[in-house]
């Protein structure tokens, strides 16, 4: 495998990681902003959420993240607040 050929793939390895974070900030905060009028927009939300999840212990942060965002997937605010408030807590 030459040099390019790896570089090419470890930059696209690393933009689908970091697109899949960022799309499950947006499902988290879309539906805040749905369910919490005055909540931030949706673009502060999601780099509050990416700035916490790069902190620190990424990997469990970024699977908390993910947990929450599966949760709230196809639900109303009133089943959000049943089903996934032990996923979605820790998410700020």
């Known amino acids: 495998m030459s040099i390019r050929t790896l570089a ?6 690393l933009g689908a990681v970091l697109t899949g974070c960022s799309s499950n900030a947006d499902t988290i905060c879309d539906l805040r902003k749905e369910c919490f009028p005055g909540s931030d927009d949706t673009g502060k939300c ?3 959420i990416n700035d916490w999840v ?13 947990e929450c965002a599966d949760c709230i997937s196809d ?3 009133s ?10 807590f820790v998410v700020p």
């Open 8 to 13: 090419v793939t470890s930059l696209l390895a």
């Open 46 to 48: 999601a780099d509050r």
């Open 54 to 66: 790069d902190d620190r212990d990424s990997d469990e942060r970024r699977e908390r993240v993910s």
């Open 75 to 77: 639900r109303s605010c």
């Open 79 to 88: 089943e959000y607040l049943e089903h996934c408030i032990d996923e979605c």
